[in-house]
């Protein structure tokens, strides 16, 4: 099954062509070096939906900033995650990369960052006022994977883990404004050298407003393979309605999920979903079971 699950990051290569011709920074609208850095770069693979950027940058501490930044402009509540690592060899351990949240692109601009340090240090780092000295709250977490960063109204919330292990969370409450500029940042703490890192499983979520109502109102679905031997998740599918219990079919080459109470195959070759044949069944929920040999379907149909 690892074979499998691994050839399907090969699968349909064209498609992931097409997309990073048409989205070049992947989920981002832009990269720009901020303060006293060299010129850095950021490049998306779309076949493995990873980031790697490179960059340099004098600090990001007392009141100016030196990093190279991938962004976009966001409103309202978010959360941001990734796995992220350096894949540069260093021995600055005050390099850093990360998640920022800035109120503007100047060097000098009120900003929050969840930052890895080189030296594993992993801290809640930010800026209350344009041209404050930078302040700082460590998570008491070395050596993190997965780093979140999560915006409701103007707290700013911090979760880290170890590989394998559970969050751990810092928060501070701080008015950047509403509009802000979103993204993963790398800073080498030195504007005459580069670092570089790789961030994978890059998740920008809107969270579900106050007065959504369960199962009336839907935030959209997404279909994800997750390769267990690396870690990396790729979201094969997006959908704005609800996709409920997907399950492998017997053969490795489709999924199986329900959906608005039908049932759907998804070919994993095409990348995309058909309706299966359940006769007058068309109220059907998550309960569905494959037999081993693939050759029956168990359903739970709702009859009105």
């Known amino acids: ?37 060299r010129p850095g770069n950021s490049v998306y693979n779309a076949a493995m939906q990873q980031y790697t950027i490179q960059g340099s940058g004098a600090n990001i501490w007392s009141t100016h900033d030196g990093f190279h930044f991938l962004y976009k402009k966001m409103k309202g509540d978010f959360i941001l995650r990734a796995n ?18 800035r109120s503007s692109l100047d060097s000098t601009a009120s900003f929050v960052s969840g930052a890895v340090h080189g030296d594993g240090l992993t801290s809640l780092q930010f800026r209350r006022k ?9 998570t008491g977490v070395k ?12 707290a700013y919330i911090l979760s880290v883990a170890a590989e394998g292990e559970l969050f751990s969370s810092k928060r501070v409450e701080l008015d950047l404004g509403n509009d802000v500029y979103v993204g993963l940042f790398v800073c080498a703490h030195n ?27 839907y935030l959209g679905s997404q279909l994800e393979i997750l390769d267990i031997a690396s870690g990396n998740s790729k979201i094969i599918f997006q959908s704005s309605r609800s996709l409920q219990a997907p399950n492998w079919m017997p053969g490795g080459k489709k999924l199986l999920y329900n959906s608005d109470g039908l049932i759907y195959t998804f070919d994993l070759n095409t990348l995309t979903p058909a309706v299966l044949n359940t006769g007058s069944a068309t ?16 359903i739970s149909n709702h009859i009105n």
């Open 1 to 37: 099954m690892k074979k499998k699950i691994f050839l399907l990051f090969i699968m349909a290569a064209m498609l992931a062509k097409l997309h990073a011709q048409q989205y070049p920074l992947g989920i981002f609208d832009a990269q720009t070096d901020v303060g006293n850095a």
């Open 143 to 154: 050596d993190v994977a997965v780093i979140q960063l999560e915006r409701k109204g103007n």
């Open 283 to 298: 109220h059907n929920n998550n309960d569905h079971v494959i037999s081993f040999d693939g050759k029956m379907l168990g």
């Open 130 to 138: 344009t041209r404050d000295t930078v302040a700082e709250i460590h």
């Open 84 to 101: 992220v690592r350096f894949i540069s060899a260093s021995a600055e351990g005050h390099r850093k990369i990360g998640w920022m949240v």
């Open 191 to 217: 504007p005459a050298v580069y670092e570089q890192a790789v961030f994978n499983n890059v998740r920008i979520i809107t969270p579900a407003w106050p007065a959504l109502v369960p199962y009336h109102d």
